[in-house]
């Protein structure tokens, strides 16, 4: 068996508080717990993406790929 990250299980536990938090409030409107959670996972993927990107950029500019000064060139 594995260990799980104890920081990974405290946000996912977090997570699931949350949900079940707006499924208790928007309990007799079913649909925008569902609606206001699947907005929720979606910025959290795409929090996720960016924060990727900014990685993938940042070696890119440490093995000399890019210009690190982030100025866009008129072209």
């Given at each position: 068996?594995?260990?799980?990250?104890?920081?990974?299980?405290?946000?996912?536990?977090?997570d699931e508080e949350w949900?079940?938090?707006?499924?208790r409030r928007h309990r007799f409107r079913p649909w925008r717990a569902?609606?206001?959670?699947?907005?929720?996972d979606r910025l959290r993927e795409m929090m996720a993406e960016m924060a990727e990107a900014k990685r993938e950029r940042s070696r890119l500019v440490a093995a000399?790929?890019?210009?690190?000064?982030?100025?866009r060139r008129a072209e």
């Open positions: 068996m594995t260990q799980q990250d104890p920081v990974k299980a405290l946000f996912a536990r977090r949900k079940a938090n707006v499924r569902r609606r206001v959670i699947a907005e929720h000399g790929v890019l210009d690190g000064s982030g100025e």
